[in-house]
């Protein structure tokens, strides 16, 4: 079982960046999409972007396009949420995600499209 561990969330205020990052241990990790969620107190837990297992195609959120970007390193087996401009509605619990299948060049999932979780990290920013 692959285990997923999400670094990088803290208090920021509007308009500055934060990037998060995502460990994988195993040794499949260039052949899975890699994605991330977020989810707000409250409200369900929705897509933000992701990443397909080679890195050659990505998808995000309409709310994050233009400030997100998702990138990954294969041979480190990590993936990168980069964050500017970063906005009070923005603030969640940011959850690294896996796909459940292998091998996918588009990936643009529901939460049930998720094999594996990380255990989320926290994202505040204030006005």
């Known amino acids: 079982q692959v285990q997923l561990v999400e670094s990088g969330g803290g208090l920021v205020q509007a308009g500055d960046s934060l990037r998060l990052s995502c460990g994988a241990s195993?040794?499949?990790?260039?052949?899975?999409?890699m994605g991330w969620f977020r989810q707000a107190p409250g409200k369900e837990r929705e897509f933000v972007a992701s990443?397909?297992?080679?890195?050659?195609?990505?998808a995000y959120a309409d709310s994050v396009k233009g400030r997100f970007t998702i990138s990954r390193d294969n041979a480190k087996k990590t993936v990168h949420l980069q964050m500017n401009s970063l906005k009070p509605e923005d603030t969640a619990v940011y959850f690294c995600?896996?796909?459940?299948?292998?091998?996918?060049?588009?990936?643009?999932?529901?939460?049930?499209?998720?094999?594996?979780w990380g255990q989320g990290t926290q994202v505040t920013v204030s006005s």
């Open positions: 195993g040794r499949t990790f260039s052949t899975y999409a």
């Open positions: 995600a896996r796909d459940r299948l292998p091998f996918r060049n588009s990936w643009k999932p529901l939460p049930s499209d998720v094999g594996s």
């Open positions: 990443i397909s297992h080679s890195g050659g195609s990505t």
